[in-house]
């Protein structure tokens, strides 16, 4: 039979090595439970670098004194006994006992183990604590919403004589002047040369026309417009989107449009918005709708849009 090779030989290293064992694992159980009280009351980069160091080392050190000192790795085979003699009995009896004292330090070690693991899960859960909220609706909206006056980083109005020819200026919603996901370019491209189609036309009022800033890859800024092409440029990793004929991706690993921001002239010379863009600015993520946003109840959704 098969037996720890030193239970019955060295009770007194048995028993050290099941007290480090039980410590090694208190000490992971411990400090998973420290490392999230700490991270409840604020955190602290450094001590929960120890914390976690202290949760895996112990659990690793426990297991190990636990291979080497407790398990055997001996190979014994049992001899075939005469029936009925007393010798045979009496050894009988004593791999009894002997398999009994086994079995109540396993029970032990395994309720060591099992706590420390409840300290690792303790550990682990930190990570999903700190996804933070869920972004909800927010990737799908703008502040830009209808009748929002069309501003500058100023916060006053842009009307159409201050924007010449092929000239292109930053703009935002009244009251979210330099709003990270509100900012759009306002691009007086020329009517005569858009080239847009159905409702995207109407948004584009006096050959003015206005598409979100953020680029569809990664999020860059795109500022650069080569008006002789009528391109807007990412500096990032060079996307390159026509903006005469509705924004699209004309080279670079963007793969969508710009979104055009509804977007209507008045007759004071300034712009306001029809509604907000009709699909999430910036680049794509994991539930992005694939056609236009489904507007739910309290959303200002802008007019129906006609790809162009
Ligand atoms: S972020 Fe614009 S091309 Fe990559």
Redesign the pocket.
Known sequence: MTRPASLGTDPARERTAERAVLAAFGVTGLSGIALLVLYALGGQTQLEGILLALCLGGLGVGIGIWAQELMSDELRIEQRHPLGGDAASSEAVADALLDEQGFSRRRILQVGLLGALGGLASALVLPVLSLGPAPGRSLFRTPWSKGATVVGFDGRPITASSIPVDGVVTVFPTGFAGDADAQALLINAGASRLELQGQAADWAPGGFVCYSKI??????P?GLYRASQGELI??????TFDVLHGAVPTF???ARPLPQLPIRLEPDGTFTALGDFPEPVG?SFWNRALGPIEFGPGDDAPPEQTTP
């Open positions: 680029c569809t890859h990664a999020g860059c795109v990412c500096p990032c990793h060079q996307s670079g690993p963007a680049p």
